[in-house]
């Protein structure tokens, strides 16, 4: 791929194809956005995939300290021939050893010492992907730029944050089951 395509990573960031659709605003490095990506699968399996679709966006923080290049990470890795499945893998990666990529209290501990680089290289090691040439291209900016204004356009200030066809649900939460969930998006039963 010469130039990066921003539908194409839209595509790579989505589940299903159904008519009802749930954004999930997540933060690569948030303990709360990763009990929610642990529920989506279940979630649009017991959906549907025919009548949910589910939107990956990515809300970066800036009190967890290496946001920007995690959230970065996943959208190169949405950039991949085989975007949908990279993006998985480095969410995987990411939520699975979270304390590799965010200081203790959020300010504190070996992670500090680490550079974005070397946070990237840890990304790419617990993936399995090659990520470093897709992260560095300029043009990947422009799909980092589109998830931090669409979640602004939205009023989206923490993650997890949840829309139903494109309105706020500020009640739903991680904590929530996913029985709870498909009652929030009238699919139970």
Do not use: Y
Not at 89 to 116: Q, Y
Not at 159 to 181: C, H, K, N, Q, Y
């Amino acid at each position: 791929m010469t130039t990066i395509d921003l539908p194409r990573i839209q595509d790579a960031l989505r589940l299903g194809h159904g008519p009802r659709t749930l954004d999930v605003f997540l933060e690569p490095t948030c303990p709360f956005s990763a009990r929610a990506w642990g529920k989506l699968d279940e979630l649009l399996a017991r959906a549907g995939a025919e009548r949910l679709t589910i939107r990956l966006r990515l809300q970066s923080q800036p009190w967890h300290l290496f946001s920007p290049v995690t959230t970065r990470a996943v959208l190169a890795a949405a950039s991949l021939p085989d975007g949908a499945a990279a993006v998985r893998a480095v969410l995987g990666a990411i939520f699975t050893h979270r304390a590799e990529f965010e200081p203790a209290d959020h300010c504190s501990g070996e992670v500090l010492d680490r550079t974005p680089r070397q946070v990237l290289a840890r990304i790419e090691a617990l993936s399995g992907l090659a990520l470093a040439a897709a992260w560095e291209r300029p043009e990947l900016t422009a799909a980092v730029k589109w998830q931090a204004r669409h979640a602004r356009q939205n009023g989206i200030h923490v993650s997890p944050t949840f829309l139903i066809d494109g309105l706020a649900v500020p009640e739903m939460g991680s904590g929530e089951t996913v029985d709870a969930w498909l009652e929030r998006l009238g699919l139970a039963g």
